[in-house]
């Protein structure tokens, strides 16, 4: 069947895709953006995490066809160029970045809770993100990054 | 050959931050980007979809393979077995030889391999494999691992006797002095089955090359390793194997063993097309060997004042069908079996046996972990028995600098063991229990208490690790380093087969060149078989032995950059891009020394010689460095629903020399972690040799809520033997986390708890 959708503004027409294929395998290994990740592909971990009409979704549990008409955003659609997200700048500069295999699915679903809660407390954090796993960090060093990713939020609307 | 797509390329390292300063991660922006290339990323024209049939069964003969209907089914390009393996039929880790590439005959775990597809779409290559028909003779599974260690009459799992290994260790005489204790205290402690858990799948791309080799895109920790094993089994010679490191999704010792590097570069060869693999997490389970499970039983005995008089103990390991990092992990067991302490009586007896249960191997602390467990349970119980706290009884007993471990060897560098308990009982505690947020409760927002029932505990654990291989293995490491001026600014390319898996191994290397050859820029080459070996990222190892190696590659680079300078000095030293004389100040920038020449060389890094373990007496100098850390525990337990929850784990842990500071904390912090969930929620449970759970639904790591505030505490006592007198600190915090939890637990709820991890039942009873 042909999927046709929009994702990080770009809009993109898929051919061939088996009605089993999931948005997320679309994404990695069809249209050509493989930062949303397949660390479980049933929906437990996070890694896939994308924007869906506005909404962060588990990739891998949204049928290719129901992305039709509809807008995705990625990681790869977060950053302004070369310009990188608050949040994905404090990934970088707290330290809350090893493997990086959560990273993309941590980034959309905090950039999503900063838009929300701009000023978020530690137990809003800590229930944001509970749907994501690392198994790296101990998510210490990820808590320090939404911390300051919504305090230069706060400063620079 | 074009490359695949998302193939690694050179990692700039620009900017400053030479040892010892918290430098960015130089591929951090590629990982937050999206943009990072993971073995599982990769992609190439015309690549085929590989995939692999599994046993079922943990236990059973394959009396017939019919691969035809597989083969018809249309899209598939390929179905190979064991008849199609070109070369040797087995492989094994530390050259082992025992697992077979594809099963031959029998299967002797569940999930093993047996058969191979290649097809143009991944789910065309999974409905080939239900259409491979095998006709079985179902066995009975051989899971008892005691049996396996002790009774000679157990069948035998495959052509090695069992056990895989037993270790003794003999120091003084248990037998003489066992009237003479005062206080005697006894356990029997069991440790599940961890899984890594590491979150990028096993994945990889074989290319077929032009000279009827392959290329290889692999996620693996040590490409050399892996490498003396795929060439024998494809029957190719090594250097028409080209491997790559492909982004790494984590490790944890789970990458040690091969995955799909042979099955890939097989249905290569076969179809000459590109073929990509990729498991998905319950392949993941079944792809990689697990953390040894233990049965230990410990006896002490001691002066009414605490003092260890002896310890018996024994540890069976249960490896599973094959050999893998067995051998080692008993090894460790047995050194480390009564941990960071003075013994003057010990008896060890450390098994390793094969079962046809899951297989197991290595995982972040290898050995020490299982012990630990017990032996810190053991120090907990001993303290009760003599009515001493848990910090004192520690420290009653606790070794130090020159002090001799279980295997005679003398602790060389500082272990200041008895300040680091004080330490950690001296740290502030954490605030009490506000029942006024139900998020702060066990059950959290589950709403399963308003604070009825909740009882708060402490507890403290302390850990010993090995660092670097032991038992006389030469684990050198091999780094080249490139200097030249590139745009004007001179750059160093630092290129090593050393793999980055996350912890950061890439930052220290760069750092390590700014430092000694005191310039900013920094190119980190991918990691590849066109050097030679660094060894494992394992055995926490990677910061000593590549940290050593490209140390002295740069000062090889700048003793040949030195030779360049007109005049004699004797005291030339390099910093901010000069060369500088001590007694005459700067003499030229390193550009214009250089001009346009090229200085490249290649060092490889040997750490201090060590013995192997006497087979009858276990004595011998066997370890390379050890290092501890010091974990204190708060948790609050629901009593009435055996719910835990881990308020606070503060870690006292002595790094020698810190190297990077934000990455050292994300490595002990991720490695408290690890022990967190072993202590109370991760195990591959395990019925008759099937597994029970294989899927994050079913087998639980920690998420962001069970994970409590870390406070760390890092000490810098140096090393003499080590570069910058650095210790190796990813595995020690997996230690000690552990039993601290199980023993706040115990001081929670007064129960004994033996096993981990502890569920809600033990505490309910």
């Known amino acids: ?157 | 050959m074009t490359l695949p797509l998302r193939a690694p390329h050179d990692i700039a390292a620009p900017g400053i931050g030479g040892v010892g300063e918290s430098t960015l991660r130089p591929d951090g922006t590629l990982k937050v980007k999206g943009e990072f290339a993971y073995a599982s990323d990769l992609w190439a024209e015309g690549m085929l979809w590989g995939a692999t049939l599994r046993s079922p069964h943990p236990r059973a003969r394959i009396v017939s393979i019919d691969t035809a209907p597989a083969l018809a089914h249309p899209g598939v390009r390929a179905v190979l077995t064991h008849e199609d393996v070109p070369g040797r039929k087995h492989y094994g880790l530390d050259l082992t030889w025992d697992q077979p590439v594809l099963a031959i005959g029998e299967v002797r775990h569940q999930g093993e391999a047996i058969a191979l597809v290649a097809a143009d779409h991944p789910e065309t290559a999974r409905r080939a494999l239900d259409k491979i028909a095998i006709e079985w003779e179902i066995l009975e599974p051989l899971t008892d691992a005691r049996r396996a260690a002790f009774d000679p009459s157990y069948p035998q799992v495959q052509d090695r006797p069992n056990p895989a290994r037993h270790q003794p260790v003999r120091v003084g005489d248990v037998e003489a002095v066992r009237a003479g204790a005062e206080v005697v205290v006894t356990g029997t402690y069991e440790v599940g089955i961890q899984d890594q858990a590491f979150l990028g799948p096993e994945s990889g791309l074989a290319v077929p090359a032009e000279d009827g080799g392959i290329e290889l895109y692999v996620a693996t920790q040590w490409m050399h390793n892996d490498l003396k094993q795929i060439g024998p089994c494809l029957g190719l010679p090594e250097e028409r194997i080209r491997m790559t490191l492909s982004g790494v999704g984590g490790a944890f010792g789970g990458r040690e063993d091969l995955s799909m590097q042979i099955h890939a570069a097989m249905l290569a060869l076969h179809t000459g097309a590109p073929v990509k693999m990729m498991y998905n997490r319950h392949e993941s389970f079944f792809g990689h060997v697990h953390r040894h499970p233990a049965q230990m039983r410990y006896e002490y005995g001691a002066s009414r004042d605490g003092k260890i008089l002896y310890a018996d103990v024994e540890i069976v390991l249960d490896g599973g069908a094959y050999t893998s990092a067995t051998l080692n992990v008993v090894g460790n067991a047995a050194s480390l079996g009564v941990g960071p302490y003075e013994i003057p009586n010990v008896k060890i007896d450390a098994y390793g046996v094969y079962t046809n249960n899951p297989p197991c191997g290595a995982m972040r602390g290898f050995g020490a972990v299982q012990a630990c467990f017990a032996y810190e349970s053991m120090m907990d119980k001993l303290g009760d028995a003599c009515g001493i706290d848990p910090v004192t009884i520690r420290r009653t007993n606790a070794a130090s600098q020159g002090s001799a471990l279980a295997t005679g060897q003398i602790i060389h560098a500082p272990l200041p063991m008895k300040d680091m308990l004080a330490q950690a009982r001296d740290l502030p505690m954490p605030a009490p229990l506000d029942s006024s947020d139900i998020r702060n409760l066990p059950g959290g927002a589950s709403q399963t208490t308003h604070g009825e029932g909740v009882r708060r505990g402490v507890g403290y654990g302390v850990g010993l690790k090995n660092i670097c291989f032991s038992e006389g293995y030469d684990d050198y490491s091999t780094a080249r380093v490139r200097l030249e001026v590139i745009g004007g600014v001179a750059t160093a390319l630092v290129h090593t087969a050393a793999a980055e898996v996350g912890q950061g191994l890439v930052t220290i290397e760069a750092q390590i060149a700014r430092t000694e050859l005191g310039i900013e820029n920094v190119v980190i080459h991918p990691a590849d078989n066109q050097v030679g070996s660094a060894g494992s990222s394992s055995a926490s190892r990677q910061s000593y032995m590549t940290g050593g190696s490209v140390q002295a590659a740069c000062w090889a680079v700048r003793d040949r950059l030195f030779t360049l300078v007109d005049g004699l000095y004797d005291d030339l030293s390099l910093a901010g891009g000069k060369i500088i004389s001590a007694s005459r100040g700067v003499i030229a920038s390193i550009e214009d020394v250089l001009g346009d020449r090229v200085i490249e060389e290649t060092r490889e890094y040997h750490h201090h010689p060590t013995t192997g373990m006497d087979p009858v007496t276990g004595q011998g100098d066997t370890h390379t460095q050890v290092a501890l850390c010091v974990h204190r525990a708060v948790v609050d337990v629901d009593v009435e629903l055996g719910l835990v929850k881990v308020v606070e784990l503060a870690a006292v842990q002595d790094v020698g020399k810190i190297l990077n500071r934000l990455s050292l904390e994300g490595q002990i912090h991720g490695g408290t972690a690890q022990g967190l969930g072993l202590a109370v929620m991760e195990e591959i449970v395990v019925s008759d040799g099937k597994v029970r759970n294989p899927s994050f639904t079913d087998y639980l790591i920690p998420t962001i809520l069970d994970m409590p505030p870390m406070r760390l505490e890092i000490l810098e006592n140096a090393d003499p033997r080590a570069p910058y007198g650095l210790r190796g600190a990813g595995e020690p915090p997996t230690l000690s986390s552990t039993p601290a939890i199980v023993a706040a637990i115990r001081d929670a709820t007064g129960l004994a708890l033996h096993r981990v991890p502890v569920r809600p039942e033990h505490i309910t009873g």
């Open chain 1, 1 to 157: 069947m042909r999927v046709s959708f929009t994702v990080n503004g770009r809009d993109e027409s898929v051919d061939d895709v088996w009605a089993g294929e999931s948005l997320l395998y679309v994404l990695r290994e069809r249209v050509g953006l493989p930062g949303s990740k397949n660390a479980c592909e049933q929906g437990e971990c996070g890694s896939c995490t994308v924007y869906l009409d506005g909404t962060p979704v588990c990739s891998c549990l949204v049928a290719a066809g129901q992305a039709e008409g509809r807008q995705v955003r990625t990681v790869e659609g977060l950053a302004d160029g070369d310009r990188l997200d608050p949040v994905q700048e404090a990934f970088v500069e707290c330290g809350a970045v090893q493997c990086g295999f959560c990273t993309p699915g941590l980034i959309v679903q905090a950039h999503d809770l900063i838009e929300r809660v701009p000023d978020p407390s530690d137990a809003e954090i800590r229930e944001a993100l509970a749907g994501n796993l690392c198994r790296c960090t101990g998510y210490e060093k990820i808590l320090d990054a939404v911390r300051l990713a919504a305090s230069r939020k706060a400063v620079t609307p």
